[in-house]
Nanobody
Framework: QVQLVESGGGLVQPGGSLRLNCAASGGIFRLYALGWYRQAPGKQRELVAA???????NYADSVKGRFTISRDNAKNTVYLQMNSLKPEDTAVYYC?????????WGQGTQVTVSS
């Protein structure tokens, strides 16, 4: 069983930056593929960024060049650095850890981009 706890969300002005953190406990962190998803009101949850156990990354087209996902296996933590934030980035952001057919989710952290 893996527990995931996100932090770092908040209110930021357009053009600003935030870093989301997701701390994991339980399981063997370095084996998991990790991802950040988001869900805006009235919309489906969507993948924002993902990183494999080997460190390969992929991003949604809407965030390429602005967001960076990284992981620190020594700290059992995955990060999402978000720069040049836009109002359309407003959503609840969720951390995900997956291994084979099993996936775990955090409780989510709210990100609001508004002036």
């Amino acid at each position: 069983q893996v527990q995931l706890v996100e932090s770092g969300g908040g209110l930021v002005q357009p053009g600003g930056s935030l870093r989301l953190n997701c701390a994991a406990s339980g399981g063997i962190f370095r084996l998991y593929a990790l991802g950040w998803y988001r869900q805006a009101p009235g919309k489906q949850r969507e993948l924002v960024a993902a990183i494999t156990s080997g460190g390969s990354t992929n991003y949604a087209d809407s965030v390429k060049g602005r967001f960076t996902i990284s992981r620190d296996n020594a700290k059992n933590t995955v990060y999402l650095q978000m720069n040049s934030l836009k109002p359309e980035d407003t959503a609840v952001y969720y951390c995900n850890a997956a291994l084979s057919a099993i996936a775990y989710w955090g409780q989510g952290t709210q990100v609001t981009v508004s002036s």
